[in-house]
């Protein structure tokens, strides 16, 4: 910018550090962007104040020449391209850097967070999980085998009912009782074994005994029990107990899960 009186003006010269191009600037350049410009050549953006220069020209007022520059005659000076706010972040590489460090390390984080949480879930869910995707149970089956736990089959007792049951003294030996029923899981999918509670009663309806009935008491040792009670099916028990000297009148089964 001009300065002084006519004998020459005070010229403002800053040097590219990516290519050495000089440029002219003046001072309302210098204060928009707080002295940071683009190269026209090279697209570098530095600070215009760190490499700056004044040159003081003289001109002769009767020719209109201007005296050779000290710069070397193949410099140029064109003027610096404005520099937009978004373009100057390339400028700070390093707050960059620790911003993109930062970043980086909440999102990993935040996937550790998650998977764990996923992983909590499947597992405690694993049974239903095998329910409801009948592909995934031996998957899960060997992911449970790591880490020795197994997956569960449903247990939902209101789906299995009694369809029979009897209580007769054995007509062969009159001092063992035979219990026979028939149970049905009503449910469309294989489910654990329940238990069964037997307890006998006087003519006042009124328990003299109780006893439960696991399922390796009521099943055939044959039987595979991994694989459940099977959905839509009928499974007959028969069971021998001493309990004549009861003299039970009568009795009551009830189906649970311990």
């Given at each position: 910018?001009?300065?002084?009186?006519?004998?020459?003006?005070?010229?403002?010269?800053?040097?590219?550090?990516?290519?050495?191009?000089?440029?002219?600037?003046?001072?309302?350049?210098?204060?928009?962007?707080?002295?940071?410009?683009?190269?026209?050549?090279?697209?570098?953006?530095?600070?215009?104040?760190?490499?700056?220069?004044?040159?003081?020209?003289?001109?002769?007022?009767?020719?209109?020449?201007?005296?050779?520059?000290?710069?070397?005659?193949?410099?140029?000076?064109?003027?610096?391209?404005?520099?937009?706010?978004?373009?100057?972040?390339?400028?700070?590489?390093?707050?960059?850097?620790?911003?993109?460090?930062?970043?980086?390390?909440?999102?990993?984080?935040?996937?550790?967070?998650?998977?764990?949480?996923?992983t909590q879930i499947a597992f405690h869910y694993r049974g239903e999980i095998a329910l409801l995707f009948p592909e995934m149970r031996p998957t899960l089956a060997?992911?449970?085998?790591?880490?020795?736990?197994?997956?569960?089959?449903?247990?939902?007792?209101?789906?299995?009912?009694?369809?029979?049951?009897?209580?007769?003294?054995?007509?062969?030996?009159?001092?063992?009782?035979?219990?026979?029923?028939?149970?049905?899981?009503?449910?469309?999918?294989?489910?654990?074994?329940?238990?069964?509670?037997?307890?006998?009663?006087?003519?006042?309806?009124?328990?003299?005994?109780?006893?439960?009935?696991?399922?390796?008491?009521?099943?055939?040792?044959?039987?595979?029990?991994?694989?459940?009670?099977?959905?839509?099916?009928?499974?007959?028990?028969?069971m021998y107990m001493e309990a004549a000297s009861l003299k039970a009148t009568g009795y009551r089964l009830y189906l649970f899960f311990p």
């Amino acid at each position: 910018m001009p300065v002084g009186d006519a004998q020459g003006i005070v010229t403002m010269i800053t040097t590219c550090p990516g290519c050495r191009t000089a440029f002219r600037v003046t001072q309302e350049q210098l204060a928009a962007r707080e002295g940071r410009v683009r190269c026209g050549k090279c697209a570098t953006i530095f600070d215009a104040r760190e490499v700056l220069q004044t040159k003081l020209a003289e001109f002769a007022p009767e020719s209109g020449d201007q005296p050779e520059d000290s710069l070397p005659h193949a410099v140029a000076f064109p003027e610096p391209e404005p520099v937009t706010p978004h373009e100057t972040d390339p400028v700070f590489p390093v707050a960059e850097s620790e911003r993109a460090g930062r970043r980086a390390g909440w999102v990993a984080g935040s996937t550790l967070l998650v998977l764990a949480l996923m992983t909590q879930i499947a597992f405690h869910y694993r049974g239903e999980i095998a329910l409801l995707f009948p592909e995934m149970r031996p998957t899960l089956a060997d992911l449970c085998a790591s880490l020795a736990c197994d997956v569960p089959l449903p247990r939902r007792a209101e789906l299995i009912s009694i369809e029979s049951s009897d209580l007769q003294a054995d007509p062969v030996n009159p001092g063992v009782m035979v219990l026979t029923a028939t149970l049905r899981n009503r449910a469309l999918f294989a489910q654990s074994h329940p238990s069964i509670e037997l307890t006998l009663t006087d003519s006042q309806d009124q328990p003299l005994a109780r006893r439960v009935l696991a399922v390796k008491d009521y099943l055939e040792r044959s039987t595979n029990v991994e694989a459940g009670f099977p959905g839509n099916s009928e499974l007959p028990v028969k069971m021998y107990m001493e309990a004549a000297s009861l003299k039970a009148t009568g009795y009551r089964l009830y189906l649970f899960f311990p």
